[in-house]
DNA sequence: CCATATCCGTAACTATGTGTACGGATAAAC
DNA sequence: GTTTATCCGTACACATAGTTACGGATATGG
């Protein structure tokens, strides 16, 4: 198969796994139905993912990648940190909170070795967070009471939305919703970080 | 079977389906492992839960008032408000990420109805909230820039703690970690509603 | 002591998933 | 056109889970 056939092939499995991940949880979302509903066969998941846990872990690295590549769009050179921050602050929360991310984290919550929850965690860590951390890095921080800023940042911008929709306690959040928590987020931040 | 042989019973088995929880994730917490773990027999779970989600309903339920008996009991009468948030900050976190809260989250992601999240989000909702939300209104609070005082309480000190264990990327937390993560959240709290 | 209710251990029924194997079909490279 | 590689659809082996049913054992109340 060339490779952009191969492309087109993988996105129609991972988007097949995703709605069905969604549907009917990690438990329900077999490798056979995936296959089916990708109209590929269960014979070339095996053989491009090895198993189910390394389908979703490419899935974990393809999403990590691409929010990475999403907020790096988003920039450009000649905003200053701040308006930098608050170009991509709700860009990435709802990139951490639509329905693909959320569905990645519920798989790893079900899975009993950790290894899919360790490819997503390395997403953030190897992909996400050096950007923040590049950004906060520039702005004129004054005093941060010994926190780190760029944890304090995360942690006004996600908060436990992440856990709320993974366990469906909370609907997707509208653009709006997004855009006021950001903004939110960004005014306590200033606050602390003695920008304000 | 007596009411307090019952309760121990209860107590085996709740105990049991948090290990194998822990150990095998929701779909491997098969119902039968549980009451053999639990020298129980699969009948009576059946008999007394309804259906494998429903005893994990129960246990949610369970959890949430432990949760807001122990705070309780933390609390005294001579105590301040702002005193008492100091007390049952690093015991509320430490409770809210503590395996067995792990664990019921773990389950609520991996199950597709929806309907285990949305207990362990009433349980926040009814037991704990309103706890924080009546020590919160005893604050002097000056200004919060129409932010909800209570939601940045718990944003500052759970922030996305609760999804990284979850998904087991971060280990259980040192009762050092928990103190220290409570008073850096109250720091940043008095900043921000203008008590530091 | 007896009757009743409940628990226990196991079997049975139904269903589904993971992962491998296989022969035919198709695509790709030479 | 031929050879080789890969994909497809299906079958298969193996395993396990959710839930109900049943007869004997045990606990409880009168």
Same mark, same amino acid.
């Given at each position: 198969?060339?490779?952009?056939?191969?492309?087109?092939?993988?996105?129609?499995?991972?988007?097949?796994?995703? &709605?069905?991940? @969604?549907?009917?949880?990690? @438990?329900? @979302?077999?490798?056979?139905?995936? &296959?089916?509903?990708?109209? @590929?066969?269960? %014979?070339?998941?095996?053989?491009?993912?090895?198993?189910?846990?390394?389908?979703?872990?490419?899935?974990?690295?393809?999403?990590?990648?691409?929010?990475?590549?999403?907020? %790096?769009? +988003?920039? $450009?050179?000649?905003?200053d940190a701040m308006q930098a921050l608050e170009q991509i602050a709700p860009?990435l929360l709802?990139?951490?909170?639509?329905?693909? +991310?959320?569905?990645?984290?519920?798989?790893?919550?079900?899975?009993?070795?950790? %290894?899919?929850?360790?490819?997503? $965690?390395?997403?953030?860590?190897?992909?996400?967070?050096?950007?923040i951390?590049?950004l906060i890095s520039r702005l004129a921080i004054k005093d941060t009471d010994g926190l780190n800023p760029t944890d304090l940042f995360v942690t006004l911008l996600v908060g436990?939305?992440?856990?709320?929709? &993974?366990?469906?306690?909370?609907?997707?959040?509208?653009?709006?919703?997004?855009t006021q928590r950001a903004r939110e987020a960004l005014i306590s931040f200033r606050k602390l970080v003695g920008l304000a």
């Amino acid at each position: 198969m060339r490779d952009d056939k191969k492309q087109d092939k993988h996105e129609a499995i991972t988007t097949a796994a995703y &709605a069905l991940l @969604a549907d009917k949880g990690y @438990a329900g @979302a077999s490798m056979l139905s995936i &296959a089916k509903a990708a109209k @590929a066969s269960n %014979e070339t998941l095996y053989r491009w993912y090895g198993d189910k846990r390394g389908l979703f872990e490419a899935m974990a690295r393809d999403n990590a990648q691409g929010i990475r590549h999403r907020l %790096e769009q +988003a920039l $450009s050179d000649d905003q200053d940190a701040m308006q930098a921050l608050e170009q991509i602050a709700p860009l990435l929360l709802s990139m951490l909170l639509d329905d693909r +991310a959320i569905s990645l984290n519920r798989a790893a919550a079900a899975d009993p070795s950790g %290894e899919l929850g360790a490819a997503i $965690s390395a997403g953030g860590r190897d992909e996400i967070v050096p950007l923040i951390r590049s950004l906060i890095s520039r702005l004129a921080i004054k005093d941060t009471d010994g926190l780190n800023p760029t944890d304090l940042f995360v942690t006004l911008l996600v908060g436990d939305l992440q856990i709320k929709r &993974a366990i469906g306690a909370l609907p997707q959040l509208s653009q709006e919703q997004v855009t006021q928590r950001a903004r939110e987020a960004l005014i306590s931040f200033r606050k602390l970080v003695g920008l304000a």
